[in-house]
Nanobody, 124 residues
Framework: QVQLVESGGGSVQAGGSLRLSCAVSESNRNCMAWVRQAPGDEREGVAGIASDGSVGYADSVRGRFTISKNNADNTLYLRMNNLKREDTGMYYC????????????????????WGRGNEVTVSS
């Protein structure tokens, strides 16, 4: 069973930054993503990374968020800059459970393994 454990969330003022981390029990050469869910909304993929390192972002975060991974210690990261109130939500680390070489950000329902989530709150 793949385990994903997120850390690094919290509260920040608009314009601030946070970095989320996800410790992964499998090889993080698999296709992975960060998915968020705002209160009352459906889950939304915000950033994905494919096995070859190619990345994809939702339009709402492109230019502000950066996804990366450290293959040496199987950790996935999400650096979030210039945070906005609408970035508030629960952020989940997700894994496809297999490698992928295109479409680094998939529809959220395609991801097989999920962390428990980490809350991010942005206030004005």
């Amino acid at each position: 069973q793949v385990q994903l454990v997120e850390s690094g969330g919290g509260s920040v003022q608009a314009g601030g930054s946070l970095r989320l981390s996800c410790a992964v029990s499998e090889s993080n050469r698999n296709c992975m993503a960060w998915v968020r869910q705002a209160p009352g909304d459906e889950r939304e993929g915000v950033a994905g990374i494919a096995s070859d390192g190619s990345v994809g972002y939702a339009d709402s975060v492109r230019g502000r968020f950066t996804i990366s991974k450290n293959n040496a210690d199987n950790t996935l990261y999400l650096r979030m800059n210039n945070l906005k109130r609408e970035d508030t939500g629960m952020y989940y680390c997700a894994s496809l459970g297999t490698t992928c070489w295109y479409n680094p950000l998939r529809p959220s329902q395609q991801y097989t393994y999920w962390g428990r989530g980490n809350e991010v709150t942005v206030s004005s």
